[in-house]
């Protein structure tokens, strides 16, 4: 009988150590979003809609941006801009909304961001053109020229020359909270602290929205059509 509880003890090891590692993910990931759900975090969901009220082309449409997915995000909102003026609609009359939420936050954020925290690297969101980590976000004031589209040549799809063409980019809050709690953990700072540094350093024109869902719930009862951004 000791025998075979001695051979027994390695399982049971084998068996707690499995139960403790998973109960440590499981707190790892309620952790960020416990803070997110304990306080009130949210902009003014006011002026969240209102700003929806802006929405009135001709041709309107959301892009959900969920991931990096390289240019896509941003190559696509030209692409249909393009393409409509190609067939007669004019810029003022289209109305283009791009969700940046999940991994695709950064992007609503300034240099100062990339450089003070591994954006990149937990987001996995590389330059595009260099294929590697950046200390910036890619898409704000790119140099003139950087990007491409086979086909097409160069594309202005910076997010500051979009917003010339009238594109409307916001972020979710949601996903602000969790992930600024994450890299909080790694960095040994406050969440609220990175989160608040975080909310100062969302790029000019860029709406703050309670959750990127509840902006393609909005988006799409101002009748845009809705396009996946990937």
């Known amino acids: 009988m000791q025998e075979l509880n001695q051979q027994n003890n390695p399982r ?25 759900a304990g306080a009130d975090k949210n902009p003014d969901p006011g002026d969240a809609d209102k700003w929806f009220d802006k929405i009135n082309g001709k041709h309107r449409v959301v892009f959900d941006a969920t991931e990096p997915h390289d240019t896509l995000p941003f190559a696509w909102p030209r692409v249909f801009l ?28 300034e240099d100062r961001i990339w450089d003070q925290y591994p954006i990149s690297q937990v987001l996995k969101a590389e330059d595009p053109v260099d294929k590697a980590p950046t200390k910036k976000n890619p898409f704000w004031k790119p140099a003139e020229g950087r ?77 845009c059509a809705y396009i996946f951004a990937g």
């Open 82 to 109: 393009l393409t409509n003026q190609a067939t007669g609609t004019p810029e003022k009359d289209c109305s283009v909304v791009v969700v940046l939420r999940h991994a695709a936050i950064g992007y609503a954020f």
């Open 147 to 223: 990007y491409k589209i086979p086909g097409f040549g160069t594309v202005p799809i910076g997010i500051n020359e979009l917003q010339s063409s009238g594109v409307m980019f916001c972020v979710c809050n949601a996903a602000m909270t969790v992930y600024s709690a994450v890299i909080a953990g790694q960095m040994g700072k406050k969440p609220e602290d990175v989160l608040k540094d975080w909310t100062a350093g969302v790029l000019p024109g860029i709406q703050i929205v309670p959750s990127g869902v509840w902006a393609l719930g909005r988006a799409q009862e101002h009748k």
């Open 12 to 36: 049971r090891e084998f068996l707690g150590t499995v139960a403790t590692g998973a109960a440590l993910s499981l707190a790892a990931m309620a952790s960020p979003l416990s803070v997110f």
